[in-house]
């Protein structure tokens, strides 16, 4: 690849783009008898003084190409309208610039303003530099050595130069060709006579200051050996072999060893950046960089936008693609632009610029691969307080610079395959949450996993399992949960807009207990054995959708994780309306844009990219405008439980430890028994027959309670009593003079299913 770029890495094609942007459908009617490149604003003007035949110009296009194969040029059947011709050029010249294509270039570089950029780039080259020094610090024994053994070649040296010079060994050389002349006239004879003294005295001379030099160097010598400390006679001894020895040295020979690899990273450059781009098999980037290369047009090539410049701990390329390649085709084959650019596939960030145009490509290559090196450490681990009206931090971006979270007002997704870091990260969210005093944690750990029983210490509400009991715990909890949302917004409606301007929780009405408006966030882990429970799945959807939909403004904010992410695991009224997506790896572009939001894969933002590898790395969408990437904080879990143990401290000290954490739990009114799908069934058989068909049933039951039983059918209903032991039968009912037969229920069978889960309850 030999496209040139200058130094600062700018595409030297000297391409005029804002002649390119500036480029405007034209098309030549000379043929039709008007003037040549000529255009016709969509509006046809009707002017007064000048008038003109003007042409159609989609009927125009159209017929030309229709017609092109058999030359009919005449443009016979043009509708020919009165108005004025204008000059394409002049339109093109006066039109407004495209906003941002002539955008000024920074004074100076931001990136050298960026204090974490240059505090990085410092570092960076103090931590080669201490690389280096201790490198060749622990290895000078062996360069005294490799130079001691060059000490005699080094003394030879010495001598033969301080002989050649006490001997004048040029003046020599001059006397023996003048005596190698052989053509001794009298100026010859002179000129020799003249050379031979000069030579003695020199010598002579020479001689003296070198005898004179022996000695006083054998007597500092003396003085030195006699009246140093041993340590220091034998440095100066060592520096002075070595110095002899580096005397000794031939032009080529090395006596230090290189710090670095000798198979080293190349460079950096847009050179070695054209030839990955190059090697990614884009038919069309191919061909442009061909093209580019050839210097032929219609070659855009690659063109950088700025210096490819440090950035963080790693290096930074804003460029380019050519018409037609988008930032996306190449984040695809991360792993072949890894491979080309001589990387790790953990360094090579490829990222889209959203705010520019779909063809810039925003490409971090880091030092090190983002899943190698020590965990992230949490800032908050140790000390300090969360507001959830406020960022908090939850671990860096793929260039180290620090990720921060807000969720108030946010419901949140997270979505993995498995053990990529989902549980981590939920935990350390509830974490967070517990470090705001004000926050009500409802942890669910519904693998049961234990993982989250960090919390237990802090939950207003807690539970680990998926047993029925854990379930109807939680729905009591969201049954609550909603009621609650329902009073929140009425006591919002109800305070004066002085102090609620935009009907939402503020820190301050959060602050006030008698108003019962603090956050509440809801976890829960593996939310698929909850959404895909025969008996509460529908349930717990429509409770959740309306949590997660209406609770952010009220201080209610929702937190699901899954490793399915798919439409029956996660309902789409939920991944819809989550302002919050956090996707550690998956495998495809539906469980992508399940969690990430729909058009996030094409789009270029892809958690199919991360390896098995990148544990706690995933995409955060919602945060800021454009996603970003996120290594989240690591907590074991005995970080996590002294992190809930300070938590609680300070919810004592706040008198804020409530329900599950304070021994309550949970209220008992919110213990009374859940209504499930046989109280309903009782509830509306009981006005009915004895025996009743299952698609009776479920119509009767969607009247009854239909943000629970809309869109039930006869399979749905079957499924749901299954857990209670009840089982469908067939009932049949006599339609004149036929008897038909279908799936029902008796309301004996529901009544002893009832007053079987009752006694369970009850035991
Ligand atoms: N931020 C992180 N940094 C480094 N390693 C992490 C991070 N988060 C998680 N891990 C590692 O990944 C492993 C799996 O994490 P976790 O249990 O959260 O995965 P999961 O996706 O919830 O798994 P499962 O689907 O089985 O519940 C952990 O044991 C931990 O060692």
């Keep these: 690849m030999t496209q040139h770029h200058d130094d600062h890495g700018y595409d030297d094609h000297g391409h005029d783009e804002n002649a390119r942007d500036d480029e405007a459908e034209s098309v030549d009617l000379s043929k039709d008898g008007g003037p040549g490149r000529s255009v016709v604003c969509g509006v046809v003007l009707r002017g007064e003084g000048v008038r003109g035949e003007v042409v159609d110009l989609s009927a125009a296009r159209a017929r030309r190409h229709l017609d092109e194969d058999q030359h009919d040029d005449t443009g016979e059947g043009a509708e020919v309208v009165e108005g004025v011709v204008l000059d394409a050029d002049e339109l093109v010249r006066k039109a407004p610039a495209v906003a941002g294509a002539r955008s000024r270039r920074e004074l100076v570089p931001s990136h050298l303003l960026d204090r974490e950029t240059l505090a990085g780039l410092v570092a960076d080259s103090a931590r080669r530099a201490g690389f280096t020094v201790a490198f060749h610090a622990l290895r000078l024994p062996l360069y005294w050595l490799r130079l001691l053994q060059l000490a005699p070649r080094g003394a030879w040296r010495i001598v033969r130069a301080l002989f050649w ?40 001379t020479r001689l003296a200051v070198l005898g004179a030099a022996v000695l006083a160097v054998t007597v500092v010598g003396y003085v030195l050996a006699t009246s140093l400390a041993a340590w220091a006679l034998l ?66 090539g690659v063109r950088f936008v700025g210096p490819i410049h440090r950035d963080g701990s790693g290096w930074r390329a804003d460029l380019d693609l050519p018409p037609g390649v988008t930032a996306a085709d190449v984040i695809e084959k991360r792993d072949r632009l890894a491979s080309g650019l001589r990387r790790p596939l953990g360094c090579v960030w490829p990222e889209p610029d959203a705010s520019q145009h779909e063809g810039r490509l925003i490409l971090w290559v880091g030092d090190k691969a983002l899943s190698a090196g020590k965990p992230v450490p949490w800032p908050l681990a140790k000390t300090g307080k969360v507001s959830l009206f406020e960022p908090f931090p939850i671990g860096v971006d793929q260039r180290g610079r620090p990720a921060t979270l807000t969720l108030m007002y946010a419901s949140m997704v997270i979505g993995a395959t498995p053990r990529m870091g989902k549980t981590f990260t939920l935990r350390l969210l509830l974490l967070a949450a517990a470090l705001d005093p004000l926050a009500e944690v409802h942890p669910y750990d519904l693998k049961g996993s234990g993982d989250l029983s960090a919390l237990e210490t802090v939950a207003h509400r807690y539970r680990a399992g998926d047993e029925e009991e854990d379930l109807a715990y939680l729905m009591a909890d969201l049954r609550a949960l909603v009621k609650d949302m329902r009073r929140r917004y009425t006591v919002i409606r109800s305070l004066p807009r002085s102090e609620c301007p935009e009907n939402k929780v503020t820190p301050d009405l959060a602050a006030r207990r008698e108003l019962g408006l603090h956050p509440v966030v809801l976890g829960i882990d593996e939310c698929q054995f909850l959404f895909e429970h025969p008996v509460h799945g529908k349930d717990a959807e429509t409770l959740i959708t309306d949590l997660v939909k209406r609770g952010p403004a009220v201080g209610i904010v929702v937190l699901v994780a899954t490793q399915r992410p798919d439409a029956k695991s996660l309902p789409t009224g939920i991944s819809a309306n989550a302002i919050l997506r956090y996707c550690l790896r998956v495998m495809g572009q539906t469980e992508n844009d399940m969690v990430l939001g729909t058009s996030m894969y094409k789009a270029g933002i892809r958690a199919t990219t991360f390896t098995r590898s990148d544990l706690g790395i995933g995409y955060l969408v919602g945060e800021g405008a454009e996603p970003v990437i996120v290594k989240t904080a690591y907590l074991d879990n005995p970080a996590a439980a002294a992190i809930a143990a300070r938590a609680r401290t300070a919810r004592i000290a706040a008198g804020r430890l409530t329900g599950h954490a304070a021994g309550i739990d949970p209220d008992t009114d919110e213990n009374a028994p859940v209504p499930t799908v046989l109280d309903d069934l009782a509830e509306v058989m009981a006005t009915g027959p004895e025996k009743e068909w299952s698609e ?47 799936r029902g229920l008796t309301q004996s069978g529901v009544h002893a299913a009832l007053t079987e889960r009752d006694d369970k309850r009850g035991a």
Excluded: C
């Design 165 to 204: 010079w006490a001997s004048d060994g040029n003046g020599r050389q001059v006397r023996r060709a003048v005596a190698l002349g052989q053509v001794m006239g009298s100026a010859e004879a002179t000129a020799f006579h003249r050379v031979s003294e000069q030579h003695r005295d020199r010598v002579r």
């Design 235 to 300: 440095l100066a001894v060592g520096t002075t072999l070595a110095g002899i020895g580096a005397l000794g040295r031939k032009p080529d020979e090395r006596i230090t060893g290189s710090a670095v690899s000798t198979s080293a990273v190349p460079r950096f450059t847009s050179d070695l950046i054209l030839t990955a781009l190059g090697s990614l098999g884009i038919a069309e980037l191919n061909k442009h960089l061909r093209l580019a290369e050839a210097g032929r047009p219609g070659g855009e």
């Design 696 to 742: 009776v049933l479920v119509q009767r039951l969607a009247e009854y309670r239909p943000d629970v039983y809309t869109g039930w059918d006869a399979d749905d209903l079957a499924g749901a009593v299954a857990p209670f032991g009840l089982k469908t039968i067939q009932v049949g009912r006599r339609d004149g003079a036929k008897v038909l037969n279908r």
